[in-house]
Structures are given as structure tokens and as C-alpha cells.
């Protein structure tokens, strides 16, 4: 145990010490921040812009402005009160904020006609407004016959106030349809309103249904969403050892640097540190982005009424041991499979262009598993799953997936069955390849060597 722990501080502060290492490591959260900064930055900074709408009377121009009242407090009420569960007044105070902060105001037309507005559109002449001089951004001209409301502006990449004209256009020709017909304006969506409602409910026993009632809570969907966090943080985990195990071994191998180590430690002691080393090194990372993420959480459960009832259940499940102990023992074997795999494969190659002919397969054979969370988790019930969760490749990731859908017990303990064994037979070819590569000098081009250094009958 302690050749294996000598190896695996060696390499640990080998990388930790490194201010490459924390400088990456700082770097995804950092991205976050400044990321989440500058897209509230950018939504908040957006220009006021100016726009005027042609018409005989002001039909049209009060249908888009209703439009976006209906639009703006429509989201944010739903989104407030909805999501984090505040009072109704709350929610209206909030659309009110968010009507004042409106981006397109309408002004009085400085022209009749296109050709005098030209000027104004493309910025050789301002027009006045609330706040202030600015450029015209858009025109708004009702066709003579009425059957036409053209949209102008300089700026072809901006749809969002023609989008809002077309609702208003639309809603408006429904209101007439309606009036024409001696139907009140409101007729459809009275009708809507009456329609029978779908509520989601989930069977549970007697017992169960009396204390939780029947209702589809977000509790309930945890465990999905929580089993898929852990399906992708494992893989997240196994991609990041890729950069780690190759690069490495293939430093100490073009240094003679295993010779050294070998005539200290024994191969099962000295791949143990390497792998021990390399999985404190990833856990360091995923801790410190854990931390990161928790205290996010924690800020936002003290800033927003209401977060702090959504994040519980997600918390509550993650500490299930429904979820946590197959998720633990997949881990483990999934991290081990993976990672002996990465280091033998480093071990035959003495350069970084032999072992970027390596990249490719390994590429392919994590993205295959990315593609299975992603199936389970729309469909964790599709056959298809079930066939792949038999597969070892997919078994680490796809088992954790599985778990929130009460799969057979004989099923969970079977394939954590197979992953044992396959974790031992990869550990088995990947000890034989290792010394192949790192001790009796093998390439990923010397077949014949590779394969007389596996099989050698004298162990080092």
C-alpha cells in the first residue's frame, strides 16, 4: 500500500502543482459567470429603437402595442409566479417592470410615404422620442387596400418587432371574423378557457396517494433529471482522464522514466497510483465545480422566494441510495473499465502524433455512450436501452438512467454482475498491454511485440 501511495502523490502533485491545472480548472466556472454576466448585460443593454406604423387611424399601431403588453406580462407572470411560486401582485409588479423596460416605442410617422422616410431608416435623419433623437429602426405601411402591412428597416437580422405586427395583425383579423359573425371578440378563447383540463397524475399506493396526494410534483421528477446529472457527470469524468492517461504515459515512457519506477515498485502497485492519482486529479475538478454549483444554489435559494423548494427535491434525491449506491458502483467500475483501457492504449505510443492517431477511436467509443444517455433519458423504457444497458461500454452510464424506473432487482444486480466482470478482464488485457508497451518497448505499430509482451510468461 505504500509503493501504491508514493505513486499516486508523485503523480498527483505532479498535476495539482502545475498552474495550468487550476488555471483550467477555474476557467469553466469562470466562463460561466461572465457568460450568464454578459447575456443579462447584453439583454439589459439593448438599444432602445424607434418604430411608427402608416395608417388612416391607429387600429394597427394599438394592436401591436397590445400585443406587447399581452406578450410581455403573459411570460413574466407565467415565469414568476408560475416557477418560483410568488404572490399574484408580485407578478404584476414584475410585467410592469418589464414594460417599462420595453425596447420598441412607437412614434409619430416624420412621413407620409417610403421615399420620406428613407432618410429617416437609414440613419441620415433622427426622429424624436421619449428618449431623445435617435434613428428610425422600422416602418410600419398599410397597403392601399388594406391587405398589406409592410415591414421596413435597415436592419434585416432584428425580427422580433415584425414578429409581434404579425401576432397583432392576426389577432385582430380573428376579432373582426368574429364581430362579423355576431360572435364576441373573446369567443375563442372563452371557448379555450371552458375546455376540460389534463391534469397529470401519478398512481401511487392507498397509503401513499393519502399522505402526497395524487398530483405530479417536481419530486417526482428528480430522479430523472438528477440519474441523467450523474450519467453525464461520469461521462464528463471519463472524457477528462483521456488528456491526463495518454499524455502521461506517453512523457514517462519516451523518458525511460517506467524503468526507474519499476525497479521500486511492482506493475499492479505502479498502475494503481497512476489510475488513484488521475481519478483525485478529475475528482478535485468535479468537486470544485460541485462546490461552485452549491453555492450558486445557495445564493440563488437566498435571492429568489420560492428556489429554495425547488432545488430540495433534487437534493433529497441525489442522497437516495436508490440512486447514490448503483450510481457509486458504477462510477467506481466505470472509471476503472475506461481508464485502464486510456492507459494501455498510452502506453504504446511514444509520440504525441502516434497517440492522435489514438484519439479518434477513443472519441467514437466515449461519444457512443453520450448517444445512449441521450436516448435513455428521452425514452428510458425504449428496447433499445434496455439491449444497450446489457452492453458494458453503456453499462456505467446507462444503469444510473434506469434507476428512477424501478427496473428488476435480478436486472440491476445482473449487469452490475457483468460490469464486475468485464472491469476485470479490461484490468486483465490492459496490465498485459501496459507491460507490453511501457516495459518491453511495444508500438501501436508493432502488433507481433505488443502481443509477445502480453503473454510473456515472467510478470515484472
Aim: proline content about 6%; some cysteine; aromatic content about 10%.
Amino acid at each position: 500500500m505504500r509503493n501504491i501511495y508514493l505513486i499516486f502523490r508523485r503523480d498527483y502533485l505532479g498535476y495539482v502543482k502545475a498552474w495550468g491545472f487550476w488555471l483550467s480548472l477555474a476557467a469553466v466556472p469562470a466562463l460561466m459567470l461572465v457568460g450568464s454576466l454578459f447575456a443579462l448585460f447584453a439583454a439589459q443593454s439593448s438599444p432602445i429603437r424607434y418604430y411608427t406604423v402608416i395608417e388612416p387611424g391607429k387600429v394597427f399601431a394599438e394592436a401591436i402595442d397590445a400585443e406587447f403588453e399581452r406578450s410581455e406580462a403573459a411570460a413574466m407572470a407565467q415565469e414568476i409566479a408560475g416557477q418560483m411560486q410568488l404572490p399574484e401582485g408580485a407578478a404584476q409588479n414584475g410585467a410592469m417592470q418589464s414594460l417599462r423596460e420595453r425596447k420598441f416605442i412607437e412614434v409619430p410617422p416624420p412621413a407620409e410615404d417610403i421615399d420620406g422616410l428613407r432618410p429617416y431608416l437609414l440613419g441620415e435623419r433622427l426622429v424624436s422620442g421619449p428618449q431623445g433623437d435617435k434613428t428610425l429602426f422600422a416602418a410600419l405601411i398599410l397597403s392601399a387596400d388594406g391587405k398589406t402591412l409592410e415591414y421596413w428597416s435597415d436592419d434585416v437580422s432584428i425580427n422580433s418587432l415584425r414578429y409581434e405586427a404579425q401576432d397583432a395583425a392576426r389577432r385582430l383579423a380573428r376579432k373582426h371574423a368574429l364581430e362579423a359573425a355576431g360572435l364576441d371578440p373573446d369567443f375563442i378563447q372563452n371557448a379555450d378557457d371552458a375546455a376540460v383540463d389534463v391534469p397529470a397524475r401519478r398512481i401511487r399506493t392507498v397509503a401513499e396517494q393519502e399522505s402526497t396526494g395524487a398530483e405530479v410534483t417536481l419530486a417526482d421528477k428528480a430522479p430523472v433529471f438528477v440519474a441523467g446529472a450523474l450519467a453525464y457527470f461520469l461521462w464528463l469524468m471519463v472524457f477528462s482522464i483521456i488528456q491526463y492517461l495518454l499524455m502521461g504515459t506517453i512523457e514517462e515512457r519516451s523518458n525511460k522514466i517506467f524503468d526507474t519506477l519499476l525497479t521500486s515498485v511492482r506493475m499492479p502497485e505502479l498502475l494503481a497510483g497512476k489510475l488513484l492519482a488521475v481519478f483525485a486529479v478529475t475528482s478535485t475538478m468535479m468537486l470544485v465545480w460541485g462546490l461552485f454549483a452549491l453555492s450558486g444554489s445557495a445564493f440563488l435559494a437566498t435571492q429568489v422566494p420560492g428556489a429554495g423548494d425547488m432545488i430540495a427535491p433534487f437534493l433529497s434525491t441525489a442522497a437516495s441510495p436508490q440512486i447514490l449506491l448503483p450510481a457509486l458502483v458504477s462510477f467506481v467500475l466505470g472509471y476503472i473499465m475506461y481508464g485502464m483501457i486510456f492507459m494501455a492504449l498510452g502506453s504504446l505510443c511514444d509520440t504525441i502524433q502516434e497517440a492522435q492517431t489514438l484519439l479518434s477511436p477513443m472519441m467514437i467509443l466515449l461519444m457512443l455512450p453520450m448517444f445512449a444517455i441521450f436516448i435513455a433519458f428521452q425514452d428510458p423504457g425504449s428496447p433499445v436501452v434496455d439491449f444497450a444497458t446489457w452492453i458494458p461500454v453503456f453499462t456505467p452510464f446507462l444503469l444510473i438512467l434506469r434507476m428512477p424506473h424501478d427496473p428488476p432487482m435480478w436486472e440491476v444486480a445482473l449487469q452490475m454482475g457483468l460490469m464486475v466482470v468485464t472491469t476485470l478482464a479490461v484490468l486483465w488485457v490492459s496490465v498485459r498491454v501496459y507491460r507490453a508497451g511501457a516495459v518491453n518497448g511495444a508500438s501501436i505499430g508493432d502488433l507481433g511485440k505488443m502481443l509477445k509482451g502480453m503473454f510473456r510468461k515472467k510478470a515484472v
